[in-house]
């Protein structure tokens, strides 16, 4: 988390206010532009932040600014 930038409470906040996808063995959490509009905090400062879990573990957590990944579902 500290080499990318994002803080506990944005780790929180994507686990909370995020939508989970199922993609590659792991569980993505995503905020992106629907979650932003639809929460009723502010989560526009952690848009893009994506937390990847697998084992019930978080693996990584990276930004996309774009937010264009398409997961399956």
Not at 1 to 29: K, P
């Amino acid at each position: 988390m500290s080499q990318r930038a994002i803080s506990l409470e944005g780790i929180v906040a994507t686990m909370l206010c995020g939508t989970f996808y199922h993609g590659r063995g792991a569980e993505v959490v995503v905020i992106g532009k629907k979650e932003c509009c639809s929460c009723k905090y502010d989560l526009t400062p952690y848009r893009g932040v994506h937390v990847v879990i697998a084992d019930g573990k978080i693996i990584t957590a990276y930004t996309n600014k774009t937010v264009q990944l398409r997961y399956r579902r």
